[in-house]
């Protein structure tokens, strides 16, 4: 292998620039030249690609977004688009692609190794919805983007003695909606694996409120939806002011946290290693802190792993 293209692809995660300064570095240190590719598989298909060295990756270590640019590229679904990224692949002479992104970009990726590319994914969103890995790159920053207006949240919702509804995101996967309400103490937790009860959750507001309670936070994922109308129906049953904050892209932007980081550096520089050791159409993930890469086809059908346990811890704590 003497020379690999990098690409970030679908929606933007913190972590992705450090995930692309561990493949541009490990592969440098290795002898092999690196490409960068612009705006996902876009940019692949519009030949959008320069050399990428040591410093074109110096001081963006801690930066949110992706230096790359991202984008969501509907006509790759189309195989003459992917055959003319493949003669555009050997015009550039890359041999090798890291992908970083999610689901969406996963299946480019697959496709392109149907077409012979050596290819290898590495797991980029804030959603945590690879099921085949404990965590991907973004998530814990998010988490903490979420806590952190959660926190706030509480501060006004306490003093008005109001309910207080924060819409996350995560359309299929309530892995933000999980861990930040575990870790923000919210009342009540909704996501699109479980269903929830309107009723159940208007009688433990209106218990609360009886019994002094001064604030109900109730955190509800995307793919559930509907905070204003949830906060409306909350408010006619229950008689207690509701009110609906939707996080939206902010949850996206900001400084990687440390986790993230070390997770981009980690899962970059295994990438590097399995092209090198010639293993194709595989992706990296992280489980029990072990690093490792599996076969991509196998990672797409992974089963979805909520975590039952502290969907149920967070209601006793509650
Ligand atoms: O996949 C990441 C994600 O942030 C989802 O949580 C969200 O539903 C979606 O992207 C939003 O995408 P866009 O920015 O393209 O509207």
Not at 43 to 61: K, M
Not at 302 to 314: G, I, P, Q, T
Request: hydrophobic fraction near 40%.
């Amino acid at each position: 292998m003497k020379c690999i293209g990098v690409l970030t692809s679908g929606g933007d995660a913190p972590g992705m620039n450090p995930a692309v300064r561990a493949v541009v570095r490990t592969a440098l240190s290795k002898g092999i030249k690196v490409m960068g590719i612009n705006r996902g598989y876009s940019g692949l298909i519009n030949g959008d690609i320069e050399e990428l060295t040591r410093t074109s990756v110096s001081d963006i270590i801690h930066k949110g977004g992706t230096i790359l640019k991202t984008a969501r590229c509907q006509e790759f679904k189309q195989e003459e688009v992917r055959k003319k990224a493949v003669n555009i692949l050997k015009v550039f002479g890359i041999d090798g692609l890291v992908v970083i992104g999610g689901d969406g970009s996963f299946q480019g990726a697959k496709l392109l190794s149907d077409l012979g590319v050596a290819t290898v994914g590495l797991p980029g969103t804030i959603d945590n919805d690879l099921a085949y890995t404990d965590y991907t790159i973004g998530f814990y920053t998010a988490v903490n983007t979420v806590l952190d207006a959660l926190n706030k949240i509480r501060d006004t919702s306490s003093s008005h003695e109001r309910v207080s509804i924060i819409e996350v995101m995560g359309r299929h996967c309530g892995d933000i909606a999980l861990y930040a309400g575990i870790a923000g103490g919210a009342e009540q937790i909704i996501v699109p694996e479980k269903d929830y009860k309107l009723d159940e959750i208007c009688k433990s507001i209106i218990e609360g409120k009886n019994s002094g309670k001064t604030h109900n936070i109730i955190i509800l994922a995307e793919g559930v939806g509907g905070a204003n109308e949830l906060a409306k129906e909350i408010e006619d049953i229950t008689g207690v002011v509701s009110r609906a904050t939707i996080l939206g892209h902010i949850q996206r932007g900001g400084s990687p946290v440390t986790f993230d980081r070390i997770l981009g550096a980690r899962l970059g520089a295994h990438a590097i290693d399995t092209l090198i050791e010639g293993r194709t159409a595989r992706v990296v993930g992280i489980k029990n802190n072990k690093v490792f890469d599996m076969d991509i086809n196998e990672a797409l059908q992974a089963k979805s792993d909520f975590d039952e346990d502290l969907y149920e811890l967070a209601k006793i704590l509650r």
